[in-house]
């Protein structure tokens, strides 16, 4: 029996497709989505895996396109089947487009008390390039619809790096959100994933900015970099801290169950295409709507991670947050000295000063940060 653990809930359903998205999400009718929340249930209430949960996250797709009953009914399942530990973070994920006063208060009802709403953008021209079913003035009504109801905890989600985007629409971005005073704000930069609308049109921008050449529609290397520093000193001016490479939050607001995955606790993920990690071994389920409405529950890529693929994950994981991995937790985890299986790439990182090592601590520099990719593979055997 596990002690404690994190659980994930995917609802795969979405109004409309977002040009740059490829999510496993999709738009679907009433009586699918009330056979899907079925099959949730019973696979809910037959996994094997039982511990205290500290978090539930009900991501995707859209789970703000169920109904307040809906979501209900799957947060009683839960509490049926798991014993969900006093002051446990619950979060929703919500496309301002869906949200209801209705909703909201049902929500509140059933338990859930952080909700995190994607906006990407507050320019009303960078939401329709990113085809996003919203307007800005729209999700202002659902933020103060959602703060009526009660939500004291709310992250948004924003995304830097658009076509069309400049250093300056992003700025006001930063302004308008922060003048809100959510919670938490996460800032990715867009990625152009292949096999999505923006991939047939940008794809080709995005591999010249790869290889730092001029691009048509995308910002330039240098510009996106500067978004991001932007993003760091407005949201710093702000009293946002950043915990993790493209997270903020108000001191104590850090979303736990995404600090779980970082630092590598159990959580178990219920719906199509969702993965766990439970006691060293990952799976998924199937991607296969058809076979997970057949109750066809069986774990799909199952791997149980070697010594080397743990230490691995400890490293390229913890790396992302800010306050970096302890070199002491290495040597309780695995049994043997840091300094023995990551001296030697440890120090040639310290010297050329991408890694920082303080108290037994060691994390990203700025500079680190700017090619973390680089850093973070550096670690892998
Ligand atoms: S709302 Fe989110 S999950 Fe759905 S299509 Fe848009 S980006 Fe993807």
Redesign the pocket.
């Known amino acids: 029996m596990i002690s404690k653990m994190e659980l994930y809930i995917h609802i795969p359903f979405?109004?409309?497709?977002?040009a740059?998205?490829?999510?496993l999400?999709f738009p679907a009718g009433e009586e699918r989505k009330r056979a899907y929340v079925e099959a949730l249930r019973e696979e809910i209430g037959g996994a094997a895996e039982r511990g205290d949960v500290t978090t539930i996250f009900l991501g995707?797709?859209?789970p703000s396109v169920l109904s307040g009953e809906e979501i209900g009914i799957l947060m009683e399942t839960v509490r049926s089947h798991y014993r969900v530990l006093p002051g446990a973070e619950i979060s929703l994920?919500a496309?301002p487009g869906t949200l209801t006063a209705e909703k909201l208060a049902a929500w509140r009802e059933a338990g859930i008390n952080r909700l995190s709403i994607?906006l990407?953008s507050a320019d009303n021209r960078e939401l329709r390039t990113?085809?996003?079913?919203h307007t800005w003035e729209e999700f202002l009504e659902g933020y103060r619809m959602a703060r009526k109801a009660g939500f004291e905890n709310i992250n948004i989600d924003l995304m830097s790096a658009l076509p069309g985007q400049s250093s300056r629409t992003w700025r006001e971005t930063l302004l308008k959100v922060t003048a809100l005073e959510p919670e938490h704000i996460s800032a990715y930069s867009l990625i152009v994933e292949e096999g999505t609308p923006f991939y047939e049109k940008y794809g080709e921008d995005a591999r010249r900015r790869e290889e730092g050449l001029a691009c048509s529609w995308l910002p330039s290397e240098e510009e996106e970099r500067q978004m991001y520093y932007d993003t760091k000193g407005i949201l710093g001016e702000k009293g946002y801290g950043r915990y993790e490479i493209s997270n903020y939050a108000r001191k104590g607001y850090e979303c736990r169950h995404n600090c779980g995955y970082w630092r590598r606790e159990s959580y178990r993920g219920f719906g199509l295409g969702a993965s766990s990690l439970v006691e060293e071994v990952r799976f998924k389920n199937t991607s296969c709507m058809e076979e997970y409405l057949g109750r066809d529950f069986s774990r799909r890529e199952e791997e149980r991670l070697s010594k080397e693929a743990q230490m691995e994950e400890f490293m390229f994981l913890g790396l992302r947050l800010a306050e970096g991995i302890s070199t002491e937790e290495f040597c309780r985890k695995f049994g043997c000295a840091y300094a023995e299986v990551y001296g030697k790439v440890t120090k040639e990182l310290l010297a050329k000063k991408l890694l920082c090592q303080e108290n037994q601590r060691i994390f990203l520099t700025e500079q680190g940060i700017d090619v973390s990719n680089y850093v973070i593979a550096e670690f892998l055997f």
């Open positions: 979405c109004i409309r497709k977002c740059y998205c490829d999510f999400s995707g797709g859209t994920e496309n994607g990407q990113l085809g996003r079913i």
